[in-house]
T-cell receptor, first 115, second 112 residues
């Protein structure tokens, strides 16, 4: 158990809908990262938050947004869903603010299926 | 453009033998490299890392080698065990950035 909790484990929804994925980092970690893994692909970085502030953005679509709350949990919001958004979404947490050589610990992921 | 490449989608090894997983990168700004192991229906689990100031790091049965001039790293598992069967991801980061760039993974099968 990495200590990173992601809910829900599975989500099935329809095109055009909006969903929210939740992540609770390990105790003491201030950084939260979101990654997307599509079929047969490596993990693609989406966005990084540190202590409530956005630190970096990757290839995140404008239809996607995220935030980190004062209790350090984070939510990834996906709207106007398309079939191609079906993927595994992973959250990772770490102690550092980003840039230092730091290990990221991953949750079990949320599998999103858009029908 | 893939900055981190794992050119072997799969590898099959006999129990007790050495497993060697390879990874190439293109971005010379990468200075920290990690290997993660992933079982089905679970998130990636950290295995071992190496910074660019080293060329080798060892942790039990796992050793990572870094060849900066060739922009190549490899993970050696000795001896391989059936429980090592999983997908292995190579990842890299550049100083000043926290996000990891991942390869597509290599599926290792260790046969008894």
């Amino acid at each position: 158990d990495s200590g990173v909790t992601q809910t829900p484990k599975h989500l099935i929804t329809a095109t055009g809908q909006r969903v929210t994925l939740r992540c609770s980092p390990r105790s003491g970690d201030l950084s939260v990262y979101w990654y997307q893994q599509s079929l047969d692909q490596g993990l693609q970085f989406l966005i990084h938050y540190y202590n409530g502030e956005e630190r970096a953005k990757g290839n995140i679509l404008e239809r996607f947004s995220a935030q980190q709350f004062p209790d350090l949990h984070s939510e990834l919001n996906l709207s106007s869903l398309e079939l191609g958004d079906s993927a595994l979404y992973f959250c990772a947490s770490s102690v550092a603010s980003g840039g230092e050589r730091d290990i990221q610990y991953f949750g079990a992921g949320t599998r999103l299926s858009v029908l | 453009d893939q900055q981190v490449k794992q050119n072997s989608p799969s590898l099959s090894v006999q129990e007790g033998r050495i497993s060697i997983l390879n990874c190439d990168y293109t971005n010379s700004m990468f200075d920290y490299f990690l290997w993660y192991k992933k079982y089905p229906a679970e998130g990636p689990t950290f295995l071992i890392s190496i910074s660019s100031i080293k060329d080798k790091n060892e942790d039990g049965r796992f050793t990572v080698f870094l060849n900066k001039s060739a922009k190549h790293l490899s993970l050696h598992i000795v001896p391989s065990q059936p429980g090592d069967s999983a997908v292995y991801f190579c990842a890299a980061s550049a100083w000043g950035t926290g996000n990891l760039i991942f390869g597509k993974g290599t599926k290792l099968s260790v046969k008894p």
